[in-house]
């Protein structure tokens, strides 16, 4: 069954909607054994585990703004063994030779894609994108991926290990690695509940459109079709499975084409989508889009595709989840 995570006209604004499994097993810890909750800031910086994010904190001035007791926070907050991965990983001596790779503003764009402008506990239940405080170029909210269908995971890696370390303006959920901002490629294979075809489509099309949808120099706008439409056009073109599909399409490079219909250059987000004709990615082929209660796109052989959830962000473009394969 297909699930509708918000429908036209809104926005990705499921922050508040999501739950996740509460790990308890730390909670004597939390606020240092102070039955009055501190702020989010006062809180990581009384804690142990979280000393280098503390450290982060400071030099991204952004200690201050956790501090802000007139606010509301979510925090996944990286632990010690979290930063310490990281900066190994990337083959950083420490947090400065982070900050100097990343800047000083990247690495506060890197931990603000940990918060959330709202508080959510671990009562709160869904699987969907959320919005953290990170940003675009553009100052567009990036999207963050959870999936509670087996405890939680953020972007399909990265798992809450103690949810619910309580503050007075907001909340903290420790997690075990660091979160990097995605581009639009990583966000549609992050969500293995409702992208696995396209992923899969994706690798296996020609012209890397994986390499090509990961670009930081450019932008992109997706209409990314979910599992339920790919099973829809694997039912219309009598298709086993994606290889069937591929050879009664006509080969790998149908595929791209295919793909490359439902992809528009630059960030258009769902509020500045208008009625009328947008030029694909296709070269020469154009998809029309009619903006109404709820926004449909018809494709080159007259087949309609309803946009089911909008204003997916990444970094370097966004993704709007349809309902049909688009073919040109």
Known sequence: MKVNFLKWPLMILAASMFIFTSCDEDDDDNNSGNNTPKTIAATVETDARFSILKAALDRTSLTSVLDDENASFTVFAPNDAAFQTLLANGGYADLDALE??????????????????????????????????AMNNDGDKLSLFVNASSGVMLNDMVAVTDADIEASNG????????????????????????????????GAADGGLVNVLSDASSTFTVFAPDDDAFADLLMATNSADLNELVTNLGGTDVLRDVLLYH??????????????????????NSVMVDVGNKVTLTDGQGGMSTVEITNIQGTNGVIHNISAVLVP
């Open 100 to 133: 100097s790779d990343l800047t000083t503003e990247g690495l506060k764009n890197v931990l603000l894609y940990h918060v959330l402008g709202v508080k959510v506990t671990s009562d709160m239940v869904t699987t969907g994108y959320v919005t953290t405080e």
């Open 171 to 202: 909340v903290i959920h420790e997690i075990r690695s660091t979160l990097m901002p995605p581009n639009v490629a990583q966000l549609v294979a992050y969500n293995t509940e409702f992208y696995t075809s396209l992923t899969a489509a994706l």
């Open 263 to 284: 992809v528009t250059t630059g960030n258009v987000r769902a509020e500045d989508l208008q009625t009328g004709s947008i030029p694909t990615a296709f070269t020469g």
